[in-house]
């Protein structure tokens, strides 16, 4: 059973429920009044923290010593890169970061209601 499964069966079990009138007005009436509330300095420093650990964490790694490079061999046919290797050795990794980056900023998101409200 997955999640489509689960939804449709609460949404065949749902009960019926009458909306009083005016609900919808009341709720946005509510809403405009109740004063915005301002991410606090802590947040923001939380948030700068994350970014340069991220930043740290992804920056490209520099050897200690001096670099010595080899000559390149000389190429030969045979010795060719296939087509359906990745160029890049690191745009797996790469990728998975943006992926982490991305479901990261879902969760804060939806965890965090007031960072979704501010950038409204």
Known sequence: M???D???LLRAQAPD???PPGLETRVRASLRAA?????S???LAAS??????LAVIAAPKRPAGPVVRQ???VSSPSAE???GLPTNPLDHEARAIRNDAERTGRFLINCLPSLGMAEK
Do not use: C, H
């Not at 700068?48 to 650990?53: E, M, Q, R």
């Open 2 to 4: 997955n999640e489509s």
């Open 6 to 8: 689960i939804d449709r």
């Open 17 to 19: 429920v009458p909306v």
């Open 35 to 39: 004063p915005r509330k301002r991410l």
């Open 41 to 43: 300095p802590a947040w």
């Open 48 to 53: 700068a923290a994350a970014l340069v650990i």
């Open 71 to 73: 000559p390149d061999p």
């Open 81 to 83: 890169i296939p087509a």
